[in-house]
């Protein structure tokens, strides 16, 4: 198995994902299912194709790489956590949430459609993660599959992804009976670790599980991405805070605006870089273990660290 | 295994349900979950506690007895379904969606709380269901997890419920390029097949995963469901018509205010209490092949004929 580069690794993986997606989300209904409406296929596709970085993606089949799983199968586990993702952001984007009219530059999906439309679409993804998670084409190994959808499951779930968006609402003040009180770095920490960091280490903890790693180099992999989502979150703070509009793809500056609590804010630009920095640092040391064969991973420590969009 | 009745198969399990989503719905977060905030799964317990008739679970309990299944195991798998079903009600009650204040007598999640939390709430609810089935204390057979994730995934998805509930709305006319057109029969069926049947049916199907019952078994369990799941919205359809509120705990007459289009305004009342009877006998015909060990099946049809709220 020749050793690729990160860029290399995830510009593959995007026109995978494109073309996975793309049949996933056929209008044919599956075995135990009745029929796919059509408005509702069109939301879950704009949800999903033409867009996003794939870091999700690119992580999990990196990782199962590094331990030898290559192939269809690490793809489709890929698809159904990219479902989770579009999901999140799709609910994220309504106007009872944070109420954003673009995202990746185009209209988001109930801006594009409507809201009942996008609400169904976001229900209709998560249920399709699992679906396809649990479907035997994703690995011959139940036991492999039933663990993947805990992962994903745990992960998305109150004290993952729905919970972190819950705290990160709390904190811009809106719960009368929680008041607009102001969050300590520990309890910022958390709220992303929840809302962004959950789905990132899930991706690379699926990426293990299909590999059969061994419970050591399960260990460093959840460190390393650990780090990698902390990580995350941070450059994209600070893209928010610096980023042009047209880069980014979507509205900036709505952080402070909003009073969003980010380590951005607390520590201010230069202390969150170096915070970021140090954490690419620890994302690295993670992979101490691992040869060469791990210079993917260790690639996407760089580029989440450099990331401008 | 002593036979019983319906009615009291159904009281026994809804209160062990309660108490089952009391423990699952508890704040201590499982391990792979970081914290789960109190106002969201206060709203989580909101939608599934305290209410409700648990045909549901007292419908995939009693098929997994039928086939040798008893105990702790079931009932989690039970606990997945009223997730599902909780979340679809939560977010079928939206401003966005049926705009409903009022579900079993008391104030809907987005009304107790607020829309954002509702959404949340029903989110996570989804995830939650899917993590319960895939934990190894639903079953030690990884095969049967991975099965009944993917038999309550392909209900809750894009060609189940959420579709279902999408084809519900276009029929109400709200999107303009598809306009308000007449549903037929067979569009109506189809749309309460995906919306309500799909749930039911697959809770009976994961009751006979759960006692691995065979194939010519599971394809009769199948058969019965389908026709008591229909028999159930034609039951639902004629509360709604002809029901009190007070009764119903639900605003009732909204159907016909809405325009939707049901099977009672088809065919009118007597001709859909016909249909009722017919899908109860034809309910009861595919349990041809079970003996009296099958008693608590045919009590759930009669049970559902006869229900008044």
């Given at each position: 198995?020749?050793?690729?580069?990160?860029?290399?690794?995830?510009?593959?993986?995007?026109?995978?994902v494109e073309a996975g997606l793309?049949?996933?989300?056929?209008?044919?209904?599956?075995?135990?299912?009745?029929?796919?409406?059509?408005?509702?296929?069109?939301?879950?596709?704009?949800?999903?194709?033409?867009?996003?970085?794939?870091?999700?993606?690119?992580?999990?089949?990196?990782?199962?790489?590094?331990?030898?799983?290559?192939?269809?199968?690490?793809?489709?586990?890929?698809?159904?956590?990219?479902?989770?993702?579009?999901?999140?952001?799709?609910?994220?984007?309504?106007?009872?949430?944070?109420?954003?009219?673009?995202?990746?530059?185009?209209?988001?999906?109930?801006?594009?459609?409507?809201?009942?439309?996008?609400?169904?679409?976001?229900?209709?993804?998560?249920?399709?993660?699992?679906?396809?998670?649990?479907?035997?084409?994703?690995?011959?190994?139940?036991?492999?599959?039933?663990?993947?959808?805990?992962?994903?499951?745990?992960?998305?779930?109150?004290?993952?992804?729905?919970?972190?968006?819950?705290?990160?609402?709390?904190?811009?003040?809106?719960?009368?009976?929680?008041?607009?009180?102001?969050?300590?770095?520990?309890?910022?920490?958390?709220?992303?670790?929840?809302?962004?960091?959950?789905?990132?280490?899930?991706?690379?903890?699926?990426?293990?599980?299909?590999?059969?790693?061994?419970?050591?180099?399960?260990?460093?992999?959840?460190?390393?991405?650990?780090?990698?989502?902390?990580?995350?979150?941070?450059?994209?703070?600070?893209?928010?805070?610096?980023?042009?509009?047209?880069?980014?793809?979507?509205?900036?500056?709505k952080d402070a605006a909003a009073g969003k609590a980010?380590?951005?804010?607390?520590?201010?630009?230069?202390?969150?870089?170096?915070?970021?920095?140090?954490?690419?640092?620890?994302?690295?040391?993670?992979?101490?273990?691992?040869?060469?064969?791990?210079?993917?991973?260790?690639?996407?420590?760089?580029?989440?660290?450099?990331?401008?969009?």
């Open positions: 198995m020749p050793t690729i580069g990160f860029e290399q690794h995830i510009a593959e993986v995007a026109a995978r793309e049949a996933l989300l056929s209008e044919r209904p599956e075995p135990g299912e009745i029929a796919r409406p059509a408005r509702l296929l069109a939301a879950m596709r704009h949800a999903t194709l033409g867009g996003g970085k794939r870091l999700r993606p690119a992580l999990l089949t990196a990782v199962a790489r590094l331990f030898g799983a290559e192939g269809e199968e690490p793809l489709r586990a890929a698809l159904a956590v990219e479902c989770v993702h579009g999901y999140s952001l799709v609910h994220d984007d309504l106007p009872a949430m944070d109420d954003d009219d673009l995202r990746r530059g185009r209209p988001t999906v109930h801006r594009a459609f409507d809201e009942a439309t996008a609400i169904l679409a976001g229900d209709a993804l998560q249920a399709l993660a699992f679906a396809t998670l649990a479907d035997p084409a994703t690995d011959p190994d139940p036991a492999v599959r039933a663990e993947l959808v805990l992962v994903l499951a745990r992960a998305a779930g109150p004290g993952g992804m729905a919970g972190g968006q819950m705290l990160d609402l709390a904190a811009e003040g809106r719960f009368r009976e929680d008041g607009p009180e102001r969050l300590g770095e520990a309890e910022v920490l958390r709220l992303q670790a929840m809302k962004t960091g959950a789905l990132i280490e899930a991706s690379a903890e699926m990426g293990a599980i299909l590999g059969r790693a061994g419970g050591g180099d399960r260990a460093a992999i959840a460190a390393y991405a650990r780090a990698l989502g902390a990580a995350f979150q941070i450059a994209d703070d600070l893209l928010d805070a610096e980023g042009a509009a047209d880069a980014v793809g979507k509205a900036t500056g980010t380590l951005v804010g607390m520590l201010g630009v230069g202390g969150a870089r170096a915070r970021l920095d140090a954490l690419t640092a620890t994302a690295l040391e993670a992979l101490g273990r691992f040869g060469p064969e791990a210079e993917p991973l260790r690639g996407a420590a760089r580029f989440v660290a450099a990331r401008e969009h």
